[in-house]
């Protein structure tokens, strides 16, 4: 993953993240403050059903008031005063006074408790009514259940008195709390009023109604009002609607003793303000979403921005690890960066200065060298030229008699010495001719076993300790493309190398092994081994460690390998032996 | 007016149109109408009549032995026409009351089947809720006051008293609860005796109502006195037997006392009845709901059918005619499918008495009131001989005359 890569994902991450959490807080804070708008207008919504009604009860007791103080209510409690009243001529007056009224419930019941005329139920004339002699003594309206021919209702009654002479004539009236009083409540728009009625225990979804009638899905309402019979408290809860949230706030209906009746819900849709709220996300989430393609644009381009000075300065430090030591970057701006790529350039030119300068020394050194190990190599042949030749003066002039033979054996020294001359001389210009490779198809195994073959005599010479060979070659090693003769050249002087590093005698292995790359040769012995500085300089040209080395050994050997692209390294510790390991691309 | 449209007509107004050739009086009693004299064999089967003199239909025609014949005939009976007299011979011993049934009608059939009679008033007009009565000027018994009447069936009470009030009827039928109110505009109220029986009827064959401790309980729970004396404003009489005391005598042998506690008890664990009236009667509806109340008390759950048919015990009114109690025993029979009695067409009282405690005892029927037809009659309208309607709850219009219209 490139670095442009890295930093347009950090950028988009960092932005994204940003975004995502600017538009949850911001999500938060609306939510919360709509939940508190919405807890206000619940709120203000609720009050404004208790006072509706509140004014419904009022209204009830100002009727029933007003039918108690009636001149017909007062005549008629006059006439049911008398001995034994004939209830007869009033059995439908409640009913009429209802309708009249308004009232869905209306009793008229005697002072002993005996219903003259019941609106709600025509036919219970005659029974008794006691509970109107104890609720007459309230001022206020209360909640009742009442029966009904076909079923028991949840009713708001107010009781009044009609006194004639000190005979009482209670009037009882109410409205049901049904789905008609429900639906004649003055609600504001959103809020709607549930009724629970329902005697038995356990929930019963047909016992709740809303002015529409039976409420769909009441189930979802029913841990809330199983909590409110239980606790006897007001609550509230949020419901979730399919077609979104409703709080409800849920008021237990006693009557006049105390005892429950039903539970009130009345619900505040929060539909508005959750749709409200869902535009404002989607808007939040629109935002964020262009802000973070925004940020994610703005993110390349300020990568790119970054990164191609950098990048600039990548491809100038690649030039130079490729040898290209005049690489430059070009990166103009004042910052860091420019600054950076400045002090690259200026890093190559002195590199390339201080290049030459090790060059000049290196050169110096090596012409130093080569004079020294010319000088060295010249020096013992010279002078047994010279003792020769001084030799045959001092015959000639003073033994003439032993001149020829002694010019004969001095004759026969300088021919030898002038051929190791010549062979020293030889051995520098092969070096200086080193011909470029011709490669073909080589397979490398067997050109280790032929120079183990042909080392073989030598490795076991009677001069010194035998040296045992052991070659470990790769079966699948394949064929390679290289120059035999150089390969073979090179790896002859390894294994010269390496003779000549135990005199003791002592362990050669040869081992050939497939990579990636191509092929690897490994040449180790269990010789003396090298220091870290004799491994540093070891394929310098013309160095040695050896008494009589020429240097260019291991130098051939590298400029073979560095001809053939591969790479060649070694590992050595003194006392431990040391091991070349040659690397050969297989094309 | 044809024949299916004659068994339509007001019961209470046939006698004004069609006349029998013997009638009953209030009492009970007969007699001659028609016919002036008559005579019949030991066993009864054979009766002679002997024909009042210068009658005529109400066509013009006048009435003869022979078209007397023609109508009497039939129903097992057969009558001739000899020497002038209507010869009736009949399947099974007849009484003379019998004669005075007015499905015994003297009237002429036409070609066209249109019947005509002999009474003081004829129809000139019959629709399916009016019907227009004009006075037959040869009536026998003398023109009738009224130039005639028009009827029209059907309507609620309410509405039949503000048509009252309202000058637009001069007789209207009205519940015991409009008494009060018709009295008070100054109407004048004519009630017969209690000439209807307000029953509840089980009905066979339906699980609830074949339970006899079931029907037994809800007779028990009734407070039949609160509903007399509230609902029915104590216009009739509370009813333990079939017919009522004017008639019969005895009524007064049968129990109409509430006990609650042993209704409680008959009707632990019994099934919920199905109570049927006829809706558009007010006071079927409100003595219905007041007997559901009684019910409920004593713990019988009585709910509306679910379906007409389905209901296991019905409120039924039948009418108690003729004035004659075995016949009125008869007619309730009839009327309210009950079974064949025990002494048919007896006139002992120990016999109608059998036959009732016999048919009362398993509570198939439940009676609950005796109940007379109660008329609201306007201010101007006023009776000569006698009054516009009978204790037998017949009407007598041909006596009835009207002031004259106020400018």
Known sequence: MTFRTRLLISFALAVVGTAALATWVVSAMTRHAFEQADDRRSAALVAQFRREFERRRQELVRSVEAIAAAQGTLEMAIALSRPEPDYAP??????????????????LVAQDGTIVSSAQWPARFGYQAEWVKEAADGTEAFLKSEELPEETVLAMIAVRRANAGGNDLYVAGGYRLDRDFLGSLVLPAGMRVLLYHNFEPGFSAQALTDAAGPVKGAERLASLIEKVRSERREMSRRIEWPDGPETFQAIPLAGRNGELLGVLLVGSSRRELAALAARIRWAGALAAGFGIL???????????????????????????????????????????????????????????????????????????????????????PLFPLQITIETLQRAKEQAPGEFDEIFRESAATLLAELANLKSIVGRFSDFAKMPAPQLEAVDLNEIVRGAVRLFAAQLRSGERAAIEAEVECDPELGAIQAD??????????????????????????????RTEAGAQLEVSDSGLGLTKEECERLFTPYYTTKRHGTGLGLAIVQSVVADHRGKISVESEPGRGTTFRIELPAG | MEVREARALEPAAWPMVFETLVELDESGKVRPALAVSWRHDASSKRWQFRLRPNVKFQDGSPLTAEAAAAALGGNGWLSTAAGGEVVVLCDALTRLADFADARRAVFLKGEDGTLTGTGPFRVTQWEARRAMLAAHEECWRGRPFLDGVAMEMGGTAPQRLADLELAKAELVEVGPGEVRRAEQFGAKIWTSSPVILMALKFEPGRPAGDNARLREALALSIDRAAILKVLLQKRGEAAGGLLPQWLSGYAGLFATARDVERARGLAAGAPALALAYDASDGLARMVAERIAVNAREAGIRLAAPSAAGNADVSLARARIAPAVAEQALEGLGAALRLPELLHPASPELEDLYADERAVLEDYWVIPLFHLPEIYGASPRLHAWATPGLLKTGEWRLEDLWLDAEQP
Do not use: C
């Not at chain 1, 390894?494 to 005199?503: S, V």
């Open chain 1, 484 to 513: 035999p003769e150089q390969v073979t050249r090179a790896l002859h002087n390894l294994i010269l190398n390496a003779i000549d590093a135990m005199p003791e005698g002592g362990r050669l292995r040869l081992r050939t092994r």
């Open chain 1, 90 to 107: 009033y059995v439908d007056q409640a009913g009429a006074l209802a309708t009249a009224h308004g009232l869905d419930l209306l009793e």
């Open chain 1, 294 to 380: 925004l940020g994610i644009g703005l993110s390349y381009w300020a990568a790119e921005r970054l990164t191609g000075p950098v990048e600039e300065l990548a491809r100038g430090a690649r030039e130079v690890a490729a040898g290209n030591w005049n690489a430059r970057v070009s990166v103009a701006s004042r910052d860091e960066l420019g600054e950076m790529a400045r002090a690259f350039n200026s890093m190559t030119q002195e590199l390339i200065g201080q290049r030459d300068r090790l060059l000049q020394a290196e050169r110096v050194a090596a012409w130093r060298e080569l004079a020294r190990r010319l000088a060295h190599e010249l020096k013992n």
